[in-house]
């Protein structure tokens, strides 16, 4: 039996097909529809098909025409990066590679330090929704997770208890800025049972721009320790505990060593 791996992108929920991708990146590449043809080994009329195809799924245009040659709009320019950024990290080699964010980054580099002086791994820092994106096909072997309430819209995964944290309520009224990090949903869900009233004014990525607005929020108790902050919280620390999970498609000798060794460190 054969497998091998597939490239696809979901645009506006249409499928776009690996054939129909390389059309649009050879029309990128070379900005003329009759060299892109010549390209691909096909006639430009047969070139133009697949493009009208692509633009009807998508449900816009994807060509600038012009005296000068073409090229795509931004719209058809977005897809072809993510085409070219999605093969890009298709291509694995031998190594491990690691899901982690800012809340676990600490952890996960402390723990590799120990383990991997050749490189047989490699960590790659994002947020909990795009590494598990990067699992689910097949792009990492392994993913921490600040949010452990993610397993269960999860199927064909294992999942392993490797660490725990609080959250950290900071309430300054019922206007909240929700940080990218972190167990959120934890946090929310917790005032929803309360039948506390709250909204939602934004997402923010950075760290002190959580901590300098005038909003409430949640964040995590080892974010703000390794940074040397003291932060009071408004709810009971161990209402909002959580763990942190590890998460994997299979086991082999790399990642059962890493869960291991996850184990033994701390977060908090």
Known sequence: MEIEPSISLIVNGEPI????????????????????????RISTPVLHRYLRKVEERVGTRMLITSPLGTKLTPEGGVIVFEYLA???????????????SIVTEDLLLSVLSKIDRVGRYDLIISDDERNLRDLQAGLMDLVVLDDPLYVYDLEGVYWEEVAEDDL??????SNYLRFKYGAQRIGFRD???????????????????????????????????????????????????????????KEDGEVSRLIRELRRHRLL
């Open 17 to 40: 097909s690996l054939h129909h991708l390389e059309v649009l990146r050879a029309v990128h590449e070379e900005g003329s529809q009759k060299r892109a043809a010549e390209r691909l």
């Open 86 to 100: 999605l093969r890009a990290r298709m291509k694995r080699g031998d190594t491990t590679v690691v899901g982690g």
């Open 168 to 173: 950290v309520h900071v309430d300054r009224g």
């Open 191 to 249: 005032l929803e049972s309360r039948g506390v009233r709250h909204k939602v004014k934004g997402v923010v990525r950075h760290l002190p721009a959580l901590l300098d607005s005038n909003l409430s929020f949640f964040v995590n108790q080892s974010l703000l320790s390794r940074k040397g902050i003291r932060m009071r919280s408004a709810t009971e620390p161990r209402l909002l505990r959580h763990k942190i999970l590890a998460v994997y498609r």
